[in-house]
């Protein structure tokens, strides 16, 4: 009995041996060395008894150097068209390649873009272009994985064109917003908001390049009873049409050294009524090239102020009346042009050129204003020269109609039926 059962396990080892070196052979190719046939290093039978692909060359090592040579990165396309200021979104493949392993990206054409790298997950890849500022154009898109696998694509950058959104308090079919600070966050540069006509409970904000139109400016109101009814810190912003009331300051432009990131010029406040503000009606802080035209300015603390190098900014057309400290101010503020203004009834003077230690409001143009009726002066001077005053009417100010203080010359004064009083005219 032993010997039968030595027997069969002499043949079972045998046979396994067998089995071993026919399968050994096989994978050699019958020449006894082991055959390793997608070129990666490892023998079809070692893979086989892991459990790997021996057809393979990426499995079990995507590193290896038949996998590098197989490998290749591929872009999704076509890429649409994206408007400027919109992200580039850039996607692709990369095969044989590990998670984690990076492939470049350059975008250049018109504008050249910092080259981007993007981590593969899954043997996909993704990244974004901010093109903000970027041109109109062409773009060559590449992905380069270094190992000798690129592609290349063209995307087409492309001038936005502008929206108008729309705001009505009571909503509706059509509108877009109930408040015009929504509408504000959601525009982009360059955009239109219309205003139904309405009563806007609310203190808007504008970092950015807007219209910003009212359907009618005596039943379109915006304020709030306290800080800046419209602040504005960005260039090329039009105001138009509307009642702003009831704020510390109608209408504030902000370009002042402390703003951070203010870019405010070049703006327009035209044809609106701005009335009631605890302070200033509109005021231009630090601010050049602004236009003030056709608004009515009444019943304010003080009218309009270019306070503290507001230079070159024009304030045309408006009639600024009934203000209780004074019409138009200007504090260390030159190169302006004040005309064509009806000035009159105002609690102080009709217009001030005033100092800041020394430094005056120079070189300013006054002329074709009707200037009346004003509690002190028509228009004094303070430290202010080179000044040019033609055209005007001025008259009836309690006060003096033109009145220069100590340090105060070469003002060219062209008017008629002059008056004169001490040290004023």
Known sequence: MRKIEATILTVIFLGSMLGFALLHGLASGGRGVPRDSDGDGYSEIDEMLAGTDPNDPCDPDPECDACLFLSYARLDYPIENVTIGEPLIITGTATHRADGFPVYISVSGPREFPTQTALLINGTFNTTFDTTGAEVGAYLVRVDDLYGSTDEATVFLIERKAKTWYVDDDGGSGIDFTNIQDAIDAANEGDTIYVYNGTYYERISIPKSLTLIGENRSANIIGMGSGKCVYITASNVTIEGFTIRNGEYGVYIDDSWDTIDSEAHDNVIINNT????????????????????????????????????????????????????????????????????????????????????????????????????????????????????????????????????????????????????????
């Open 274 to 425: 701005v009335t009631q503000n605890h302070y200033t009606g509109i005021h231009i802080d630090e601010s050049e090239n602004n236009f003030i035209i056709n608004n009515t300015v009444n019943e304010n603390r003080l009218g309009v102020e270019l306070y503290f190098k507001a230079d070159n900014n024009t304030v045309d057309g408006n009639n600024i009346s009934f203000n209780d400290w004074g019409g138009i101010r200007l504090y260390t503020s030159s190169y302006n042009i004040v005309s064509n203004n009806v000035i009159n009834s105002n609690g102080g003077e009709g217009i001030e050129l005033e100092e800041w230690f020394g430094e005056g409001s120079d070189y300013n143009i006054i002329s074709d204003n009707v200037i009346s009726n004003n509690r002190y002066k028509g228009v004094v001077f303070e430290v202010s020269s080179h000044n040019e005053i033609y055209n005007n009417s001025i008259s009836m100010n309690h006060y003096g109609n033109l009145v220069f203080e100590d340090g105060s010359n070469y003002n060219n004064i062209k008017q008629k039926h002059i008056y004169r009083r001490r040290n004023s005219i």
